[in-house]
């Protein structure tokens, strides 16, 4: 049985060399890579810019851009790595990639609406970077009025467009999902054999599907504003500036559960694979995914706590937004007693799961800071704020997409990567990140502001502590381009289920077959079984 | 507070400052307990139970409802302590003491301007008393911005055509840092300044160094006779607007049937949209003055018409009664005021 | 998955007959196909629901607010093209059910025919909408640098003692305003852009529905539809009953105002 691997003859890579065989394909595997290629290119533009204002963050003097030009950084750098990188990430590259399998389908429900949704990400990117070639937006990420419907005079009509645009892609996304999951199952798979992944990419799917329209018609009302002078947040006409908060946080607190949902789903794999355990508490883990998409929902206005809106309103949101903790933390919970009594082992894709729940840990425990009112009135707006979500959003939802990459690589292209540089990688990751961010929590208690070009003199140890560790970080992330390309010609290769690890797509071959299974499984059994898998092969089916 | 130099914990100048770092500290502790608790699991777990060889699988074991519960429970009841407590934080953090001295702030990209009632007028510059509450009453001239004091631990946003307002007690003489902490355009990071709280004795010097305009009060006689208001709001009620003498606190009935209370959203109102709310038995003859006169002059008019109520110059903008306008400034919301 | 036993074979439960021509190859039965696309449709059409949404927020606030701008300014809406249009919409409603129920039966020409007139009625929507927003342009109506408002509650000219009063009881309504003309004239800019963005966006929609029905009212030409696969005249229908329900709430909110005086 353990004859030499080889890359099998027939894999979906191999279906058709041609241009035109990739970018009008159906198969959601190629979609898969495409967008595995697009959002590179714009975390890489992102991480650009981030570049640029820690480098500016260096010294206390607005020494390295000007004033307008490094708000157009901060702005650009927020733009993309929320709506261009973080959004589709997990979801269309892992989840396109990895749902039909594991749920023993041959395709995604809407493969034609899938290539649709590529095509529309496309557009938006391109008008997003358009605008950022012919000048920039300079409102921050939030766009908030009247400064971004009168005030500025950066291009924010185009960069707005984009946004608009990508949300569709990132619509077509969930309900391609949605649908995919309720009537794509192979017979057997009921809901509660679904891999854990499944389930956080369907909760992720809610929010998405939900929570998107909105910001495409907030939107929609500040293009009116902006293009035509109509008057809807305009305070001289009687509008409110504070209504479009409301309106854009709606969605944009959802939002960062879509950026978090499916990288908590890639942990649970990862977990359960590096422990040869299941998942302790399954259904609690289920469950949770879906909380945390409904919570999310009604939480909003703890980001207006100091706007404007009255105590009262204050004292509600705040307190639903701690019941957005506890779903989060019986996850932690759960993946922590799913250590107990493993076989624990330290690859590549566990060390970034280890990452993903430290920071996680703490990214979490520090979103309760801030849904503390008397607390939150100190810090919100300052770096203690920005520490918070980079914890989250590149400790836990990067950490838990190169963790995903690094495990089914050798799935989606049949060979392994250096074992030995893609553990450094993962361990500069984490250093490196927590020498740029956990400062940040110590400067913004301080006082720091937030999209500050300059600042006092006294902080300036700590901006340059956080500053140095981005370097690290920097390098962290570059690794793995250079070390996946590589194994793309010389990697080892893989076999079918190099990890030993559970659930369908293990049991096909590495590159997969274009239509997936040569015959639809039957599902008999639980997931998260390890007893009957041999360590590195498995039975083709 | 700092370490070889370099400041890690600024400074406690206000009289809640220590309460917000109190509940800092609460969360931060309950915090770190269960991050290191995770950790140090996480990592003993992964070593005790390394896998030791090819093919080893885990136990079998696939949950416990009693440990979902526990910690399900546990963390909500921590979380509900937290909530509590942060609650009761910002309740005293919202709520002025009645007898709280008024200052005006006004954001414009990219400055912030104060005024003192005595007259005192400061750019970027605050000079205040240690000792006494004092409540700041903010607005923007256009876009959205700020107005945060780390030291003091508070901050509001300035909303253009609304009133805000924060409130602290200093309690240490020195020299603390303003900043904007809401992005309003190129020069957010420039939108800082500094607030020096000074003893009470030094306080009333710096003031007796007087504002030029004399106090609020008097700059706003000075522009009550410049807008002509007294050419029909005559003392003796016999012009062709309402005498505003003795008129601050009062009721007054209007036009359409409905009363009003006269405080300082009223008086806004009336000046910059007159028919507003046009008291009975008068004409709508009063022009508008909205887009003539700014805020800072607004304020200086409201307070010479309060100059004229002496009995009532504590009240401030609190609509009853009358159906609110939302283009009048929403008086800063403070909870359980059905009273006055 | 440790305990996978596959199947000898093929697809869960097909029957022996082949499979239609229309079936695509990631599904196993021709329901289970529909069921896809239905759910997929309903799905989309609960985002749409969530993008209107939004404004009807809007709306909802600003005439809590503002309610005696928003009257007057509904009151200056034409009740007669409004009606017009709400009767054009549900009749193209009932004619898309037909187009539908002719695709369900195979009735070829019959499902075309309702298609058209579908679209013959959503064009006669699109006319009237046409005609009421030149009659705002004409009025300066549309929000912005060029808007004019002339209030029922129109403010006196006060010149030189000039008294005459207008008493807000002799107006419109035997109600006490809320509003000053002044304030009625910057507010009633508020109801204007949501009118605008509301009835616009659901323009818009319209035009993609008439664009849709187009491309169906082809296939069915082309005979590509029958009674087991239909489903795109389904989808469409969908949609376009979803368009109409919109407008059947976007007609009393925007026309139908404090009417009753």
């Known amino acids: 049985m353990l004859d030499k691997l080889r890359i099998p003859e027939r894999h979906y890579l191999h279906e058709g060399h041609s241009l035109r065989s990739w970018l009008l394909t159906k198969d959601h595997k190629r979609i898969a890579i495409m967008y595995l290629m697009s959002i590179s290119v714009m975390f890489f533009i992102g991480g650009l810019f981030a570049v640029g204002i820690r480098f500016e963050l260096a010294t206390p003097q607005g020494d390295f851009v000007t004033a307008d030009t490094y708000n157009k950084f901060f702005t650009m750098h927020g733009i993309i790595m929320v709506f261009f990188f973080l959004i589709p990430s997990i979801p269309a590259v892992l989840g396109n990639f990895l749902i039909p399998p594991m749920i023993g389908a041959r395709d995604l429900a809407f493969p034609r609406i899938n290539l649709l949704s590529l095509y529309i990400y496309w557009i938006g990117g391109i008008f997003t970077i358009y605008a950022m070639i012919t000048g920039g937006v300079d409102t921050g990420w939030t766009f908030y009025t009247p400064y971004s419907a009168a005030g500025s005079n950066s291009h924010v009509i185009p960069v707005a467009l984009g946004i608009f645009i990508a949300g569709f892609s990132s619509i077509l996304t969930g309900l391609n999902f949605i649908v995919t999951i309720h009537r794509m199952r192979a017979p057997g798979m009921t809901w509660f054999r679904l891999p854990l992944f499944v389930w956080a990419h369907y909760a992720t799917s809610l929010v998405q599907v939900l929570g998107t329209p909105v910001i495409a018609i907030t939107i929609v009302m500040l293009f009116v504003e902006r293009a035509f002078g109509f008057g809807i947040f305009d305070p001289a006409r009687g509008g409110d500036p504070v209504l479009f908060q409301h309106l854009f946080w709606f969605y944009s607190h959802p939002a960062v559960y879509i950026m978090i949902l499916p990288a908590l789903g890639v942990t649970s794999e990862l977990v359960s694979t590096f422990s040869k355990k299941t998942i302790f508490g399954y259904s609690f883990v289920a469950f949770s995914s879906l909380a945390i998409a409904i919570f999310g929902f009604i939480v909003w206005a703890h980001h207006m706590f100091v706007a404007g809106i009255s105590t009262y309103s204050a004292m509600v949101f705040s307190f639903l937004s701690f019941s957005v903790a506890i779903p989060s933390a019986v996850k932690v919970f759960n993946w922590t007693a799913t250590l107990y009594k493993g076989a624990v082992s330290f690859e590549t894709p566990m060390l970034y799961a280890y990452g993903f729940i430290g920071l996680f840990a703490i990214g979490g425990l520090t979103g309760l800071f801030l849904a503390t009112l008397g607390l939150d009135i100190h810090v919100h707006d300052t770096y203690f704020v920005v520490a918070h979500f980079h914890y989250i959003m590149v400790g836990g939802a990067i950490m838990g997409y190169l963790g995903g990459l690094h495990f089914w690589w050798p799935k989606i292209t049949g060979r392994m990567y250096n074992n030995f540089f893609s553990k450094v990688s993962a361990i500069m990751v984490f250093v490196g990140f927590n020498i740029t961010f956990f400062p940040q929590f110590v400067v913004g208690y301080l006082g720091m502001p937030r999209r500050y070009h300059s600042y006092p003199d006294e902080m300036q140890v700590l901006n340059v502590m956080s500053s140095a560790g981005a370097t690290v970080l920097g390098l962290g992330y570059v690794l793995p381009v250079i070390y996946f390309l590589l194994s793309l010609r010389r990697g080892r290769v893989a076999g079918p289920n190099p990890w030993g690890a559970s659930g369908l797509e293990w049991q096909t071959q590495s590159p997969p077959l274009t239509e997936n299974f040569v015959e639809i499984p039957i599902v008999t059994g639980e997931p998260y079984e390890y007893d009957h898998v041999p360590a590195k092969e498995s039975h083709l089916v | 507070m700092t370490i070889f130099g370099i400041p890690i914990f600024p400074d406690q100048a206000s009289t809640f400052a220590k309460d917000v770092d109190t509940l800092y500290f609460f969360i931060l502790t309950v915090c770190s307990f269960f991050a290191l608790t995770v950790a140090i699991l996480v990592v003993y777990f992964g070593l005790r139970y390394r896998r030791k060889r090819e093919g080893q699988t885990g136990a079998r074991i696939e949950g416990s409802l009693p440990l979902e519960l526990m910690w399900s429970v546990i963390p909500t009841v921590i979380a509900m302590v937290m909530f509590g407590w942060g609650a009761s934080v910002f309740y005293h953090l919202r709520r002025p003491p009645d007898d709280a001295m008024h200052i005006y702030a006004v954001g414009k990209q990219w400055m912030w301007k104060f005024q003192h009632l005595e007259g005192q007028r400061e750019i970027n510059e605050l000079h205040i008393p240690a000792g006494r509450p004092i409540k700041v009453t903010v607005s923007s001239e256009d876009v959205l911005h700020s107005l945060y004091f780390p030291s003091f631990r508070t901050k509001i946003d300035a909303i253009p055509g609304r009133y805000t307002e924060l409130w602290f007690e200093a309690s240490k003489p020195g020299t603390y840092h303003i900043f904007c902490a809401e992005y309003c355009g190129t020069n957010h990071a420039g939108m800082i300044g500094s607030v020096t709280v000074l003893e009470p004795q030094a306080y009333q010097a710096w003031l007796q160094g007087g504002g030029e305009g004399g106090t609020m009060a008097e700059r706003g006689a000075r522009l009550f006779e410049q807008h002509a208001c007294n050419s029909c709001h005559l003392d003796s009620g016999q012009g062709r607007g309402p005498s505003l003498k003795n008129i601050v606190g009062t009721t007054v009935e209007l036009t359409d049937g409905n009363t009003a209370v006269v405080d300082d959203a009223y008086l806004r109102e009336s000046i910059l949209t007159s028919q507003a709310k046009i008291v009975k038995g008068f004409q709508p003859l009063m022009p508008t003055f909205q887009g003539l006169i700014s805020e800072e002059n607004l304020l200086a008019l409201i307070e010479h018409v309060k100059s004229m109520s002496p009995q009532a110059s504590t009240a401030s903008g609190q609509p009853a009664g009358a159906t609110p306008s939302p283009n009048a400034p929403k008086p800063p919301a403070r909870p359980g005021e059905k009273k006055q | ?261």
């Open chain 3, 1 to 261: 998955m440790s305990n996978v036993v596959a199947h000898a074979g093929q697809h869960a439960d097909s029957p022996s007959r082949a499979h239609h021509r229309a079936l695509q190859h990631h599904f196993d039965t021709m329901p289970q196909q529909k069921e896809a696309a239905v759910i997929g449709m309903w799905v989309f059409l609960l985002t749409e629901i969530l993008f209107f949404g939004g404004l009807f927020v809007a709306y909802m606030i600003y005439r809590i607010w503002y309610f005696d701008a928003f009257a007057e300014a509904s009151r200056s809406l034409s009740l007669f093209w409004g009606g017009l249009n709400t009767a054009v919409l549900i009749g193209s409603s009932l004619t898309m059910a037909m187009a539908v129920r002719g695709a369900q039966t195979n009735k070829r020409k019959a499902t075309v025919n309702w298609l058209i007139l579908t679209m013959i009625l959503g064009c006669v929507f699109l006319g009237v909408k046409v005609i009421e927003y030149s009659d705002k342009f004409e009025h300066h109506h549309v929000p912005g640098p060029n808007f004019v408002w002339a209030s029922e509650h129109a403010a006196p000219v006060a010149e030189g003692g000039a008294e005459h009063t207008p008493a807000p009881e002799a107006a419109a309504g035997h109600r006490k305003l809320s509003l000053t003309p002044s304030q009625l004239q910057r507010t009633t800019q508020i109801y204007f852009s949501l009118y605008f963005t509301m009835t616009g966006l659901h323009a818009l929609h319209m035009i993609i529905g008439i664009g849709l029905m187009s491309v169906i009212t082809w296939m069915a030409w082309k005979g590509r539809f029958d009674e087991e696969y239909y489903t795109p005249v389904e989808l469409s229908g969908l949609y376009w009953h979803f368009v109409d329900i919109v407008w059947i709430f976007l007609f009393p909110l925007l026309y139908l105002v404090e009417r009753h005086t």
